[in-house]
């Protein structure tokens, strides 16, 4: 058996670097996934998202936000057509109430707009830090990580943090990298999350990464059997990239919805 020596910081931010460098090669149509033309539109969709698909919400929102466009118009909305809008995204009843208290605090404690600090949005209706980080990376382009369950479990098999607190992970990974980068790199983790490193079936022999995690096995390694587990409209070109036939990627991954 060989014992093998402990990583240093210094290897482990270069590494760090490294995988960061790969996922910006890997995912070039990383971004927010939550369809939105404002910052008021975006604290609605990642309400709407708690428990959901991004795609689904993204099927509401447009007739939503037609019919919702102020802070004001959420406040004073009426609860039972407001929660028929949004019954797909599950939780409706509690999401309406979100949506018109935020409306309301909106209105009566910032004029009506999203507050662009940190300190602010956390204490609205429906925003914890998480979402408020979406809103200030996205809307207010505030450099800002998200911790979502994708990017919780990621840094956990890249071993870059042994932290299992969301905001304890996003103060130690923040520390690998430069501001400027967080909010470009979540979007790239989460992505990887979604269409690669899955939850239950990594696909490890169809990874970019491979080189650079020490969970590499976690899913299958024969190539034939991972590049059956990529998803979403670019699973061709992510076979590709690590040399796998593309033609090997079958259709229904490719149209996959991503979770
Ligand atoms: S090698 Fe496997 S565990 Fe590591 S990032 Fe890739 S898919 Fe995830």
Redesign the pocket.
């Known amino acids: 058996m060989t014992t093998r020596t402990p990583e240093t910081d210094l290897g482990r931010t270069r590494r760090a670097r490294r995988i960061g460098r790969a996922l910006t090669e890997t995912h070039p149509d990383a971004h927010c996934e939550l369809d939105h033309s404002n910052a008021l539109e975006l604290a609605v969709a990642t309400i709407l998202s708690a428990q959901c698909t991004d795609k689904k919400v993204n099927e509401v929102t447009p007739k939503l936000f037609a019919r919702y466009r102020t802070a004001a118009d959420y406040a004073g909305a009426d609860r039972a057509e407001l929660e028929e809008l949004i019954r797909p995204t599950g939780f409706y009843r509690n999401k309406t109430s979100s949506l018109i208290n935020l409306g309301r605090e909106l209105c009566e404690r910032y004029g009506g707009e999203v507050p662009g600090k940190l300190a602010d949005l956390v204490t609205l209706p429906g925003i914890g830090r998480k979402t408020a980080n979406v809103i200030l990376g996205n809307a207010f382009g505030v450099p800002g990580i998200t911790v979502d369950t994708h990017f919780q479990r990621?840094v956990q098999?890249?071993r870059l943090t042994d932290e299992t607190d969301p905001v304890k992970i996003e103060h130690a990974i923040g520390a690998l990298y430069p501001k400027r980068d967080w909010t470009m790199l979540s979007h790239r983790i989460i992505f990887?999350g979604r269409r690669?490193?899955h939850a239950r079936k990594?696909?490890?022999g169809a990874?970019t990464?491979?080189k650079l995690?020490p969970?590499?096995?976690?899913?299958p390694t024969d190539p034939v059997a991972a590049v059956k587990l990529l998803k979403g409209p670019r699973a061709r070109d992510l076979a590709a990239a690590v040399g796998i036939d593309p033609d090997l990627v079958p259709q229904q991954a490719a149209a996959a919805d991503v979770p």
């Open positions: 990621l098999r890249w990887h690669v490193c990594p696909a490890c990874c990464l491979v995690c969970s590499y096995g976690t899913g």
